[in-house]
């Protein structure tokens, strides 16, 4: 088994050797090292390789030599600027007013402009926001002081603590609990460490990160506005279609009082997505309810726990279970998708499907030998579905459901209407490509599933609801 460790190093030659004779000595392998001076001069990432005793045994000794980070504390950086008269000892008094209240200089700059004041920029550690007033109070009595916003993709301000006051502001915004802390801190250097082996700038890295989850953050309680359609598909029979700004779509059928739901969202969007099922279903809370995924995606599977039976493929069944395991599920095994995976679930709370709700209806675990298989066919209402799995191009065990007599198809994520986006869902759509590299599993071979689905379809107009984006009407 694996595991990886959030070391606090000195800034010294010898610092790394001293770990890795440790962890020799106990029969490990090292399997992944990180470290980068320019984001953080004291964090080093090693991931170890070796028995559960082995491991267990490597922390403690870890431990006692000082050099594991176990407290991610509740700081952050601030950003602050003092006008400061441009004279030999200006910065003095302000220097000892920060000492007095023990906060850390993580940063420093300041120079002059002929105007006989200089603005003095300090990047300062603040673990308790209401000192930190009660020193602008005090800093503001001996120079013109103000907290000022930046462009975190131009410089990183603090290069001593900077994961810790990463995590911290990520997980701040998505209230997340201490534990979730530093799988974050983790998961961000995994991805900063990805991407920068195939030439991508860190600062980049992190502020994909940092603006995926202002995204989710932005869209929660009142400011959480989905598009809304509805649609008669025949007698008693009635859809809604859900467009979350952040996060999958989510289509509701009814008839005659029973619930199917098609996808179901992101799990941190539990409050807002329960409040807008009982206000758009007066009964939401009483009658029977199921829930079908197109495929086993973090933002597909969020709200599972809400339904009596989850409908789903042989495969998503899979990912599902193996996402109790430590490898995770069919995304964590791929190592261009995992890190942020992993940062998504962290972000949005997401928790494993419970398996005794899962109903397997299509499909078998081998892998399928051709673009699109007819694999079973599925009834709600008056609806008869052709339920065809794809070949993985996205993502193993993803579904297409084909309603022929309507013409009616649910195409998960093989097919979306991205040019129907609202802004706000363009704008989140974008991170999740840079970061993964491709949100497909092979994008070479979606291409070719979608040009396939056109043919299995045949001629005629067809209604295409797909996992993300409004209603496309599609002309075959």
Known sequence: MKKTYVTTMPDQAGAFLRASRLIAEL??????????????????????????????????????????????????????????????????AVLELIEQYG??????????????????????????????????????????????????????????????????????????????????????????QLLDERGESFHKTF???????????????????????????????????????????????RHQGRYLFIDTGYACYRREMLALFRRLLADFD?????????????????????????????????????????????????????????????LTAYQPASPEKLRVIAGVSTPQTVLLEESGRWSFGDLDFQVWEGQG??????????????RLVFTGDILVNIHGLTEEQAHYNHYAPYLMTSVDTDPALCALERKELRRVLGPGNWSVFGGHGPKMELQI
């Not at 900077?162 to 991805?191: C, K």
């Not at 599977?301 to 042989?314: E, I, M, P």
């Open 27 to 92: 029969g490990l392998n090292i399997t992944r090292v990180s470290y980068n001076k320019a984001i953080d001069a004291h964090t080093l990432f090693i991931e170890v390789e070796g028995s559960r005793s082995g491991l267990e045994q490597a922390t403690v000794r870890l431990a006692e030599i000082g050099c594991l980070q176990s407290d991610m504390g509740g700081g952050s950086v601030v950003l602050t600027e003092f006008r400061l008269r441009d004279v030999p000892g200006s910065v003095t």
């Open 103 to 192: 906060f850390n200089i993580s940063y420093l700059s300041s120079q002059g402009n002929g105007t006989g004041w200089q603005l003095f920029k300090m990047g300062l550690f603040v673990e308790r926001p209401e000192r930190f007033s009660w020193f602008l109070e005090e800093a503001s009595l001996l120079c013109p002081v103000r907290v000022i916003d930046y462009d975190k993709t131009e410089k990183i301000l603090d290069n001593s603590i900077f994961y810790i006051s990463f995590a911290n502001e990520l997980a701040g915004r998505m209230e997340l609990p201490e534990e979730r802390r530093m799988e974050l801190v983790i998961d961000a250097n995994r991805a900063m």
């Open 207 to 253: 502020d994909y990160i940092r603006g995926f989850g202002e995204a989710l953050a932005r869209c929660r309680g009142d400011a959480f506005q989905p598009r809304v359609t509805g649609y008669d598909l025949g007698e008693d029979l009635h859809m809604v279609l859900i467009e979350p700004p952040c996060g999958s779509n989510t289509c509701v059928l």
């Open 286 to 346: 009483t009658a029977p309810r199921e829930a079908l995924i197109t495929h086993a995606d973090v933002d597909h599977c969020g709200l599972l726990d809400l339904f009596d039976a989850v409908y789903l493929s042989r495969k998503s069944r899979d990912s599902l279970l193996m996402e109790r395991t430590a490898r995770g599920g069919f995304r964590e095994r791929n190592p261009l998708h995992a890190p942020y995976i992993r940062i998504c679930k962290a």
């Open 393 to 406: 191009g996205h993502l193993p065990g993803e579904l297409v459901l084909i309603e022929r007599q309507r």
